[in-house]
């Protein structure tokens, strides 16, 4: 079993609607979640970060937490053309929660 | 300038060779990282150094060494390449400030092995 798991798509959605990506983790003991954005060809770039059970909005982007299931999700509100891109999930674990490690990443594809 | 420079940028080599990349930044963080990228496989981690005398291993670090030779250098030697390290290599840096460790990354070197 992976670490982070992740649907890698492609997901497709029109423009303007709600793109929802879903990640799960394997360890209880994980602190810290992440989701990096990465255009072709690009490094990642961080657009949410979430530490507590529940919700996190930042802009269009609203990030969920659920450590009982073991579950983090992204959803874009909006959705624009400018919004494809790779979602990468991430998840801090170790001795003081420094060590990332990552899903495979969703393609997601918002479509004019 | 890039806070997290990585050269070179692309390299083809030969099955056999030694290659060194290497990353130097100017965020003054504490923490580095190497990663590989691979189509479907995501991030995965090689090595990660806390401080100039602090080296682990991460998921795949056989066929790699690392050193870090100052706190803004750090880089990844593959002693005798083989063609399955052709990938996406990612240096990443974090600070010991930031409790959520958030992970800022140079563009990338694009290794090929033939």
């Known amino acids: 079993q992976k670490e982070v798991e992740q649907n890698s798509g492609p997901l497709s959605v029109p423009e303007g609607a709600i793109a929802s990506l879903n990640c799960t983790y394997s360890?209880?003991?994980?602190?810290?979640f992440f989701w990096y954005r990465q255009y072709s060809g690009k490094s990642p770039e961080l657009i949410m970060s979430?530490?507590?059970?529940g919700d996190k909005e930042d802009g269009r982007f609203t990030a969920q937490l659920n450590k009982a299931s073991q579950y983090v999700s992204l959803l874009i509100r909006d959705s624009q053309p400018s919004d494809s891109a790779t979602y990468l999930c991430a998840v801090n674990k170790g001795t003081g929660g420094f060590k990332t490690i990552f899903g495979a990443g969703t393609r997601l594809f918002v479509k004019a | 300038d890039a806070d997290v420079t990585q050269t070179p940028r692309n390299r083809i080599t030969k099955t056999g060779k030694r290659i060194m990349l290497e990353c130097s930044q100017t965020?003054?963080?504490?923490?580095m990282y190497w990663y590989r990228q691979d189509p479907g496989l995501g991030l995965r981690l090689i090595y990660y150094?806390?401080?100039?005398?602090?080296?682990n291993k991460g998921e795949i670090s056989d066929g790699y060494s690392v050193s870090r030779q100052a706190q803004a250098k750090f880089s990844l030697s593959l002693e005798s390449a083989i063609p399955n390290q052709t990938a996406l290599y990612f240096c990443?840096?974090?600070?010991?400030?930031?409790?959520?460790?958030?992970?800022?990354f140079g563009a990338g070197s694009r290794l090929t092995v033939l």
């Open positions: 979430i530490y507590s059970n």
């Open positions: 990443a840096t974090s600070s010991v400030g930031d409790p959520a460790n958030v992970l800022t």
């Open positions: 150094s806390f401080d100039v005398k602090d080296i």
């Open positions: 360890d209880r003991g994980s602190q810290s």
């Open positions: 965020k003054g963080h504490d923490r």
